[in-house]
């Protein structure tokens, strides 16, 4: 994971913002910035998104909780730790595109 990369990515808020108006689906600009990340990484731990993104691991646990529950994101775990991918490759396709 390149965090330097990741997170000069997510500086697009505007985009950010945008995009999930468009999706209502994900909700929030936090769920949108998670679905991002995933979108750019093949799987993350819920303690890497909450590092990049900068948030309590308890906030990204609830976003990826709402997420799984959408069928937005599977889970794997391995371990004590929880990774998470997103589950539609066309959502994911709609999404570099919305942010591009």
Not at 3 to 32: Q, W, Y
Not at 37 to 52: F, P, W
Not at 63 to 69: C, E, F, I, T, V
């Amino acid at each position: 994971m390149d965090k330097k990369k990741i997170e000069e990515e997510l500086k697009n808020e505007s985009a950010i913002i945008e995009c999930a108006e468009k999706f209502g689906i994900v909700g929030d600009p936090t769920r949108m910035k998670i679905c991002w990340l995933l979108c750019n990484n093949k799987e993350l731990s819920v303690g890497e998104i909450a590092d990049v993104l900068d948030v309590p691991i308890s906030v990204v646990s609830h976003s990826l909780k709402k997420l799984r529950k959408k069928q937005l994101v599977y889970s794997r775990r391995e371990s004590k730790k929880v990774y998470y991918r997103l589950s539609d490759d066309n959502f994911n396709k709609i999404l570099k595109k919305a942010l591009i």
